[in-house]
Structure formats: structure tokens, C-alpha cells
């Protein structure tokens, strides 16, 4: 299965901002009381691609940020306004 086929560009993403959409990925998983697993078939992922998110090592297109956001019932504006307030905090 190639990078297309799992969601994600096949490029590294730069660490701060991939840690800050994982933890935001992360915080939400938990707030929502799903499992890797669990939160994978809600968002129609694969449940080792909903970790490597989780850990930065993967860039989801923007098709896969909305599946993402979509199996937290969420707008995607909300998941990046989290991810993004992720990033500053990890910056100070």
C-alpha cells in the first residue's frame, strides 16, 4: 500500500507542527474515550495509522484531516485551532 493509499502526502511533516496536530489527534482520542483502534474504524483509518499521527511521523492530506475531524464529530477548523495552540505551547 503506498503513502496516497494510507492518507498521507509520503513527505516527512516538520516535527513541531506533526507533534501539534498528534497531540491534538492524541487529546481528543482521549477526551473522546477512544482507543487507537476504536477512533481508527470510527474515522476509517487504519488503527498503526492513527498512531503514527498521533507521533509526527506521518502528514495526512487534507482529505484525511477531515476524516479525522469527522470521527470526533468535529469541524476541521476545530482540530487545527487545537493543534495549533499545541505547537505555541511546545515553542515557549
Known amino acids: 500500500m503506498s503513502p496516497r493509499d494510507r492518507g498521507c502526502s509520503g513527505r516527512r511533516p516538520a ?3 506533526a507533534l501539534g496536530l498528534g497531540g491534538a489527534v492524541r487529546v481528543l482520542r482521549a477526551r473522546h ?3 487507537q ?3 481508527g474504524f470510527a474515522a476509517g483509518l487504519h488503527r498503526n495509522y492513527v ?5 509526527g511521523e506521518v ?3 487534507l482529505p484525511t484531516l477531515q476524516r479525522i475531524a469527522d470521527g470526533f464529530s468535529i469541524p476541521a ?7 495549533e ?3 505555541k505551547e511546545a515553542e515557549e
Open 77 to 83: 477548523s476545530e482540530l487545527l485551532a487545537l493543534a
Open 85 to 87: 495552540r499545541l505547537t
Open 59 to 61: 502528514s495526512p492530506t
Open 33 to 35: 474515550g477512544f482507543s
Open 15 to 17: 516535527r513541531g507542527r
Open 37 to 39: 483502534e476504536s477512533f
Open 51 to 55: 498512531g503514527a499521527v498521533e507521533r
